[in-house]
């Protein structure tokens, strides 16, 4: 599984790649406003975080707050490019000891592929790759099939696809709706799992 997820992320590149040709950038109308930066907040739904249970229950990413920054670059009135940063400041639940803090922090290059426009609303569709890492206040402590284990945070690649619609309320301010499905390779050292979730957010941005 873990093979076919870095297949994935290998095509996920090339198409970042594509997308800033030097030949493409020609096709940009002259004049039209191709950078943007937004902020955007939303919410993480959570999974399962280890692959079997500590102590009789499996720790969850519980679901909580997203928020982040984005800049994106339209390289052709159809590509564009987007890099973004994003943090949850979350919780592991069902662990001995009750809830753990925990911050999870993504970084992600993205290609933007926009594939109709109005004359507010431009829907889109969104992929790429990029690097999660947690912070856990405490280690999570427990007993696996007779065995003592202590699990820390760590960091993984991440693969995200959404889908989104950006309104322009002026000629420079944008409102963008949007929802991404992300795979985490791992979040933790020990019992690592591999996670899928759900980020809903919305987005204000600035053009220019």
């Known amino acids: 599984m873990k093979t076919e997820w870095r297949s994935i992320g290998s095509m996920t590149v090339a198409a970042l790649v594509l997308a800033t040709l030097p030949k493409a950038a020609g096709a940009q109308p002259e004049g039209q406003a191709n950078q943007e930066i937004s902020v955007f907040a939303g919410r993480v739904l959570g999974d399962d975080l280890t692959e079997t249970p500590v102590s009789g229950r499996v720790p969850q990413l519980d679901d909580d707050v997203l928020f982040g920054i984005r800049y994106g670059y339209r390289v052709t009135d159809t590509w564009g490019i987007e890099f973004s940063v994003g943090q949850s400041n979350n919780s592991v639940t069902d662990v001995p000891g009750g809830d753990i803090d925990v911050d999870l922090t993504t970084f992600d290059a993205d290609a933007v592929w926009h594939f109709g426009?109005?004359?507010?609303?431009?829907?889109?569709?969104?992929?790429?790759?990029?690097?999660?890492?947690?912070?856990?206040?405490?280690?999570?402590t427990g007993d696996v099939g007779g065995r003592a284990v202590v699990i820390d945070d760590d960091g993984g690649y991440t693969l995200n696809a959404g889908l989104g619609a950006k309104y322009s309320a002026t000629d420079h301010v944008t409102i963008n709706l949007e929802a991404r499905y992300r795979y985490l390779d791992a979040l933790v050292d020990t019992l690592e799992n591999s996670l899928g979730t759900v980020e809903p957010t919305v987005a204000v941005g600035w053009k220019f």
Do not use: H, N, S
Request: net charge positive; aromatic share 16%.
């Open 117 to 140: 426009r109005g004359a507010r609303w431009a829907p889109y569709l969104v992929f790429g790759v990029g690097y999660a890492a947690t912070d856990l206040d405490r280690p999570i």
